[in-house]
T-cell receptor, first 110, second 113 residues
Framework: DVKVTQSSRYLVKRTGEKVFLECVQD?????MFWYRQDPGLGLRLIYF???????EKGDIPEGYSVSREKKERFSLILESASTNQTSMYLC?????????FGPGTRLTVT | AQKITQTQPGMFVQEKEAVTLDCTYD???????LFWYKQPSSGEMIFLIY??????QNATEGRYSLNFQKARKSANLVISASQLGDSAMYFC??????????FGAGTRLTVKP
């Protein structure tokens, strides 16, 4: 079974803090993705990566950056967390079209 | 830009009955894939079913079937014989050649005993 893990299920941070969300997959997938999920808006793509050290902006990249130093790990970085970044963050990986999702990180910025 | 629309924020169904969750999409690409995911309260996203734009038959996976009407650009999910465990959020998604997968806003299904 494909396994996608995220470093935390719940996280509370203060405004202005730098936040790292880690995602690891164990199936050697080349493609990895970060989404945020908000009520009524579904999942929105923040960033994705098709290869190590490669990144592409999704629909809502502002306020975020990413890092992919190793194939299995894709990190989402909030350089200076703001309250409007309070959300559920979902990581996914995929070999082709279908995505496999991690359990999600619910981030609260106070 | 591609767009996925789920017009039903919430749906109720009686246990053991069938239910249809609506999804319409918009793309100019002739080649695309349609997906449905289930998200229970635990938060995990569970892949349910896939339909390719060139597939002649409607996709089926157990109690799930996808009512694919290409001319109408709709890809409704049909769940037969609903079970209490089907209560969850359901997301429709599409991927075409120009963009990564995009998701609809979701439909919350509640199965009543």
């Amino acid at each position: 079974d494909v396994k996608v893990t995220q470093s935390s299920r719940y996280l509370v941070k203060r405004t202005g803090e730098k936040v790292f969300l880690e995602c690891v997959q164990d199936m050697d997938h080349e493609n990895m993705f970060w989404y945020r999920q908000d009520p009524g808006l579904g999942l929105r793509l923040i960033y994705f990566s098709y290869d190590v050290k490669m990144k592409e902006k999704g629909d809502i990249p502002e306020g975020y950056s990413v890092s992919r130093e190793k194939k299995e790990r894709f990190s989402l970085i909030l350089e200076s967390a703001s309250t409007n970044q309070t959300s559920m963050y979902l990581c996914a990986s995929s070999p082709l079209a279908r995505k496999y999702f991690g359990p999600g990180t619910r981030l609260t910025v106070t | 830009a591609q767009k996925i629309t789920q017009t039903q924020p919430g749906m109720f169904v009686q246990e053991k009955e069938a239910v249809t969750l609506d999804c319409t999409y918009d793309t100019s690409d002739p080649s695309y894939g349609l997906f449905w995911y289930k998200q229970p309260s635990s938060g995990e996203m569970i892949f349910l079913i896939y339909q390719g734009s060139y597939d002649q038959q409607n996709a089926t996976e157990g109690r799930y079937s996808l009512n694919f009407q290409k001319a109408r650009k709709s890809a409704n999910l049909v769940i037969s014989a609903s079970q209490l465990g089907d209560s969850a959020m359901y997301f429709c998604a599409m991927r075409d050649n120009n963009n990564d997968m995009r998701f609809g806003a979701g439909t919350r299904l509640t199965v009543k005993p």
